[in-house]
Structures are given as C-alpha cells and as structure tokens.
C-alpha cells in the first residue's frame, strides 16, 4: 500500500518562495499520477496542480496564474510543488495525493491515497 508524506511548509513572507516535497514509501510513485491540494482554515480543499505517472502531462488551476510549478523525480520517488511570489492568502495546509492512473485529474474524489499535509503560513 503507497503511502505519502509531505513536508517543506513553515513560515514564509510574502513574496519568498517554498518548495514541497511529496515522497512516497512502501511502494514506488512511478505509476501514479500525483496531485496537490490545500486547504485554509474554514473552507474546502482545493485541487492546485497535477502531473502525469510519466511527467509527460501537468495542469494546474487557473487562479494559480503559473506561480505554482509540479515535478517529480520518480528515482527519488518524490513529487515537488515550488511555491513562488507567495501571499498571505496562500496559507494552508498542503495535500498531496496519489491516483492509480497515468494521467491526472485534480478531482478530490477520484485519489487513491493521500498524505497527512503540510502547513505553509505566508504572514510579515
């Protein structure tokens, strides 16, 4: 059974960058497509980008406007999410998640396994 876990997020201010890490243990990412999500306090979770098994394919949300970018590297079993221009508005937690599938989805309902989050906070 894949497990994942995400780590990376801390305190930031705004405009700096982060990256997080989603890596995978007890079993290989390489036929998964991985998604990340997150979710701020008092409201839903919230795809923000995805990559295919293969690296072939990304998507990422529209109101992102590309300062989010997805990569993975399958020999390290580790899916990346570099956070640039960050705002306050950007804190939550951030989710990864995994789905048996070679392309992706962004849809919440349809990953197979997810990680326990990691908590970004953008604050001066």
């Known amino acids: 059974q894949l497990q994942v876990v995400e780590s990376g997020g801390g305190w930031v201010q705004p405009g700096e960058s982060r990256r997080l890490s989603c890596t995978a243990s007890?079993?290989?990412?390489?036929?998964?497509?991985v998604s990340w999500f997150r979710q701020a306090p008092g409201e839903e979770r919230v795809p923000l980008a995805c990559i295919s098994a293969n690296a072939g394919s990304t998507n990422y949300a529209e109101f992102l406007r590309r300062r989010f970018t997805i990569s993975r590297d399958n020999a390290q079993n580790t899916v990346y999410l570099q956070l640039n221009s960050l705002r306050p508005e950007d804190t939550a937690v951030y989710y990864c998640?995994?789905?048996?599938?070679?392309?992706?989805?962004?849809?919440?309902?349809?990953?197979?396994?997810w990680g326990q989050g990691t908590q970004v906070t953008v604050s001066s």
């Open positions: 998640a995994a789905e048996l599938t070679s392309g992706c989805t962004l849809v919440t309902s349809r990953m197979d396994y």
């Open positions: 007890a079993s290989s990412l390489e036929p998964y497509a």
